[in-house]
C-alpha cells in the first residue's frame, strides 16, 4: 500500500481560509470562507467530499467561460446522489465549434440558461466545509476563480483533491520510481479519466457531461483510496 503522495508541502489551508474570510466582501464567499475546512491531520475517511466538473468553452480560463456544473457529495463509503446538482450556464463569450464537438451542448440548450451569477449563492454554499476533488484541477480552480472574478470583482481559492495527479504519483511510484519511467521504452499509460477509471474495474461513463464526469471521480477516488492508501491518512497527504 502506498503510504503517501510524493508532492510539496503542503499550503495552510485553514489559515488562509481565516485571512481569505477577514478580506472578501461578498456575501456569500464570506460564508464560504467562514466555514472551515477539516484540520489537515483529519483522516480521509472522516472527510466530507464534492466532485466538481466543468465543461467550457476552451481551455483558457481567461477568455473562456463555463456552460456546464456538475456536483457531486460524497465520502469514501457513499455517493450521496439525492444531493447531487447540474447547472447549465449562459456563458458571457460565444460557444466555439470545437467545443460543442466536445461536449455536444449547442447554442440552442444554453439560449435560456441563466448567469452564473444567479446561483453562485447556491454552488458556494454546497462547496462551504467541503473538500473539492477534481481530475485534473488547473479546469475547476482556474475557472471558477476567473468567473467569480467577472461577476463580483473577487476570487476564489481552495484545496482540491486530484484524481489525475494521484494516478500520475501511483503509477511512478509502480514503475519503481522516475529513472525507471524514464528509461522504460513502454508506452506511458493513460491518466484521463476513462483510462483511469478502466484500470480499476470501474465502468464507462459517457464523457464530457458534467454531471457524469463529477460522478465518474468521486467513485475513482473511492477506488484509488481503497487500492492504494490507508483510510487513516491524513488530508493534506493529499490536497493540493
Not at 457531486?72 to 464537438?101: A, M
Not at 484524481?163 to 511512478?172: A, D, K, S
Not at 477516488?221 to 491524513?234: G, P, V
Request: with cysteine; glycine share 4%; charged share 25%.
Amino acid at each position: 500500500m502506498l503510504k503517501k503522495l510524493l508532492k510539496a508541502p503542503s499550503i495552510d489551508w485553514q489559515k488562509k481560509y481565516q485571512l481569505k474570510q477577514k478580506r472578501v466582501t461578498h456575501p456569500s464567499l464570506n460564508y464560504f470562507y467562514q466555514q472551515l475546512l477539516p484540520d489537515a491531520d483529519t483522516p480521509i475517511e472522516e472527510i466530507e467530499f464534492l466532485a466538481l466538473d466543468f465543461e467550457t468553452t476552451g481551455l483558457n480560463p481567461a477568455k473562456d467561460e463555463i456552460v456546464t456544473i456538475g456536483a457531486v457529495p460524497f465520502t469514501l463509503d457513499r455517493i450521496k446522489l439525492s444531493q447531487c446538482k447540474h447547472w447549465l450556464v449562459k456563458p458571457r463569450r460565444p460557444l466555439k465549434e470545437s467545443s460543442i464537438i466536445v461536449h455536444g451542448i449547442t447554442h440552442t440548450d444554453i439560449m435560456d440558461a441563466p448567469d452564473l451569477n444567479e446561483f453562485l449563492d447556491e454552488i458556494l454554499h454546497l462547496m462551504a466545509g467541503k473538500v473539492i476533488v477534481v481530475h485534473y484541477y488547473p479546469i475547476e480552480r482556474q475557472f471558477l476563480d476567473q468567473a467569480l472574478k467577472k461577476r463580483i470583482k473577487e476570487g476564489i481559492e481552495f484545496p482540491v483533491v486530484d484524481t489525475m495527479n494521484i494516478e500520475e504519483r501511483v503509477l511512478l511510484q509502480q514503475s519503481g520510481g522516475i529513472l525507471n519511467l524514464m528509461n522504460s521504452f513502454k508506452k506511458k499509460p493513460s491518466v484521463r479519466l476513462g483510462n483511469t477509471r478502466e484500470r480499476y474495474g470501474l465502468p464507462l461513463y459517457p464523457l464530457h457531461d458534467a454531471l457524469l464526469d463529477a460522478l465518474a471521480t468521486a467513485e475513482l477516488l473511492q477506488a484509488q483510496i481503497a487500492n492504494h492508501y490507508a483510510r487513516t491518512q491524513a488530508i493534506s497527504d493529499f490536497w493540493i
